[in-house]
């Protein structure tokens, strides 16, 4: 553990710490920023209400409509002077939303990502490539900063060059990676395809820090036995900071967040009811010790779980479930709720399916339609027709008995759909305008 001190520490005593916490940062935004000031006396809050973990309950919820109303920097809890960076969210969903840090910001943000290398098994021994992009993304930078923190030596290679990339692994030595678990797919693929000498299990590469976008167990089973590397699960959102919010440990049964920074609520995305742990419904984020911008019950609409059973890491922090998706990013087919990493999950099962996909949601008169894009294998892909319909034919009948959903299958040869070196497009829904 990078802090052992704060992410073992006994569960009540870490109540305590936050209630400390949660005090001052909800009275930072309140006298430092317009805007709570405004939502929190419209809700007729103050902050001598908090005295107690349970009085955060009083509190309005930020949406990312707000973030975005009050984009650049009406979010802002400190003078400009102070602010030494900004970055931006990918903006996936309409606009993009902006948030700053201050020197302890980006100083807590480091040790939040040192934290999580280490969570991952890394040290100072490792040689940590980032392939997250540079830049207003926050992945970059974020595994950049915790790497140097921990004492790691940082190859700042940013996404993209893919040849270039292999080779780094190779003559640099690299052993821990860090890019979005589609890119990693992608640079086994274009190994396989373009340097046949090309091999993984020949590099001193060991262990693998992915996030950014939703992944199955399916995905993490893949991208371990191709690149023959641990792979694990690290999970953040700009607005709350970026990545280091939360991240696996070697036991690999969900992600602990760092209690001691952010709170953690579920409530139910339709109604704002808060549910009890163990409830499986939006995550909600208020930070406890950010200076520029506090997030005070930001609403992330990124759907989980929360537990706490106890870890054999030794960390006391809560634990989320992979994340399987945003509540905007559920598919409502024909009125079946359905995530994009439940199709990734079932298309992955299937023997010869290669983990490259697309999901195309589009309406025919009153009635909702989808297709699934599928590349196979060279092996089917060249085999007879009738090979091919009977593969689609069980796709489409799983897709039908697990999921509820009627879909036409396409197999599609390799290589045919889009790769990216950041976030993979999943959903193209022709329903919303794009
Ligand atoms: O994606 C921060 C990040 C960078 C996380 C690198 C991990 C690694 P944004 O661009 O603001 O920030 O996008 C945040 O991405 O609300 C989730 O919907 C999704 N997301 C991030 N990590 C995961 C993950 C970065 N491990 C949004 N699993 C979040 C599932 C993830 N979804």
Known sequence: MFSP???????????????????WSVRHAYENNAHYRGTFAAAG????QVRSLDDLRRIPFLTKQEMR????????????????????????TGHATVVGYTRNDIELWSTLMARTIASAGGSAEDVLQVAYGYGLFTGGLGAHYGGEKIGATVIPISG???????????????????????????MAD???????????RKTRLRRGIFGAEPWTEAMRKEIESRLGIDAYDIYGLSEVIGPGVSCECSAKSGLHVFEDLFLVEIIDPATGEVLPEGSQGEIVYTSLTKECCPVIRYRSRDITRLHRDGCACGRTLVKMDKVCGRSDDMLIIRGVNVFPSQIEALLL??????????????????????EVMVEVDEAIFSDEMKVMNALA??????MRSTLGITAKITLV???SIERGAGKARRVIDKRKPQ
């Open 5 to 23: 001190d704060r992410e073992s520490m006994h569960p009540s005593r870490l109540k305590q710490l936050q209630l400390e916490r949660l005090r």
């Open 413 to 415: 040869e390799p290589s």
């Open 45 to 48: 809050f103050h902050p001598d």
């Open 190 to 200: 274009f190994a396989a395809r373009h340097m046949p000498e090309f091999d993984f």
């Open 69 to 92: 109303d009050n984009s650049p920097y009406g979010l802002f809890a400190v003078p400009m002077k102070d602010v030494v960076r900004v970055h931006s969210s990918s903006g996936t």
């Open 349 to 370: 099962e299937v023997e010869g399916v290669e983990p490259h996909y697309q999901v195309v949601v589009d309406r025919r008169g009153a009635l909702d339609d989808i």
């Open 393 to 398: 034919e069980k796709i489409a009948a799983r």
């Open 160 to 186: 993209g060059n893919t040849d270039r990339q292999l080779m780094l692994i190779r003559d640099f030595g690299t052993t821990m990676l860090a890019c979005t678990p589609s890119y990693a797919i992608n």
